[in-house]
T-cell receptor, first 108, second 112 residues
Framework: GQNIDQPTEMTATEGAIVQINCTYQ??????LFWYQQHAGEAPTFLSY????GLEEKGRFSSFLSRSKGYSYLLLKELQMKDSASYLC?????????FGAGTQVVVTP | DTAVSQTPKYLVTQMGNDKSIKCEQN?????MYWYKQDSKKFLKIMFS???????INETVPNRFSPKSPDKAHLNLHINSLELGDSAVYFC???????????FGSGTRLTVV
C-alpha cells in the first residue's frame, strides 16, 4: 500500500514563494507527479520527477529524493491565479496514487 | 479539439437508477482510467484499461462496470445507484500504464 502526506492548506501573499512538501511510502515507484486543480475543474499536469534532484519549469520547480520518500513543489512569484489545490501523486504498479491535496490560498 | 472528453458534465438521478458516463480520448494513448473524487477532494483510482484490457480494478463494487470498446473509449456504467455514489468522476488517459495523466473535465454525479 501507499501513504502520501501533504499539508492540507497553505496561505501566501502575491509575489511570494511557497513550498509544498509531500512525503510518501510506496511498495513500487515509477515517478512522482504534481498536478494543479482549480475548484470545479480537472487536475492539470505540472511536473514529473523520476530521478533525484530538481526539475524547473518557469515559476514552478519540483524536487525529489527517492531515498527519503520526499518531494516538494516550489511556486515562485505567486499570482492570484495560483490559488488552487496542488496534488502530489506517486506512480506505481500502473496507476497514480494521489495525496489529499494542498489548498494554496494567495492573498493580495 | 478536446483531448479527453467525457459526457455528461452533470448528472442528477434518483437512487436505484442505472446510468452511464462516456469518455473518449484523441491523444492516441494506450491507457485509460476512471477516478472518483469525493466530497473531501480525495482522488482515487477505480479502473484502468490498457489497449482495451482491464488492468486495475480497485475493489470497486460490482455495480460499477467499465467497458472499453476500443482503446480510445472507456465508458462507465453504474447500476442501482446509491447516495454514496455522489461524487465527481474523472476519466483520464496516459501513453502507457502509470505515466502522466491527461484528465477529462469530470462528471458531477448527484444521487438523490
Amino acid at each position: 500500500g501507499q501513504n502520501i502526506d501533504q499539508p492540507t492548506e497553505m496561505t501566501a501573499t502575491e509575489g511570494a514563494i511557497v513550498q509544498i512538501n509531500c512525503t510518501y511510502q510506496t511498495s513500487g515507484f515509477n515517478g512522482l507527479f504534481w498536478y494543479q486543480q482549480h475548484a470545479g475543474e480537472a487536475p492539470t499536469f505540472l511536473s514529473y520527477n523520476v530521478l533525484d534532484g530538481l526539475e524547473e519549469k518557469g515559476r514552478f520547480s519540483s524536487f525529489l529524493s527517492r531515498s527519503k520518500g520526499y518531494s516538494y513543489l516550489l511556486l515562485k512569484e505567486l499570482q492570484m491565479k495560483d490559488s488552487a489545490s496542488y496534488l502530489c501523486a506517486v506512480g506505481s504498479w500502473g496507476k497514480l496514487q494521489f495525496g489529499a491535496g494542498t489548498q494554496v490560498v494567495v492573498t493580495p | 479539439d478536446t483531448a479527453v472528453s467525457q459526457t455528461p458534465k452533470y448528472l442528477v438521478t434518483q437512487m436505484g437508477n442505472d446510468k452511464s458516463i462516456k469518455c473518449e480520448q484523441n491523444l492516441g494513448h494506450d491507457t485509460m482510467y476512471w477516478y472518483k473524487q469525493d466530497s473531501k477532494k480525495f482522488l482515487k483510482i477505480m479502473f484502468s484499461y490498457n489497449n482495451k484490457e482491464l488492468i486495475i480494478n480497485e475493489t470497486v463494487p460490482n455495480r460499477f462496470s467499465p467497458k472499453s470498446p476500443d482503446k480510445a473509449h472507456l465508458n462507465l456504467h453504474i447500476n442501482s445507484l446509491e447516495l454514496g455514489d455522489s461524487a465527481v468522476y474523472f476519466c483520464a488517459s496516459s501513453q502507457d500504464l502509470g505515466q502522466g495523466h491527461t484528465f477529462g473535465s469530470g462528471t458531477r454525479l448527484t444521487v438523490v
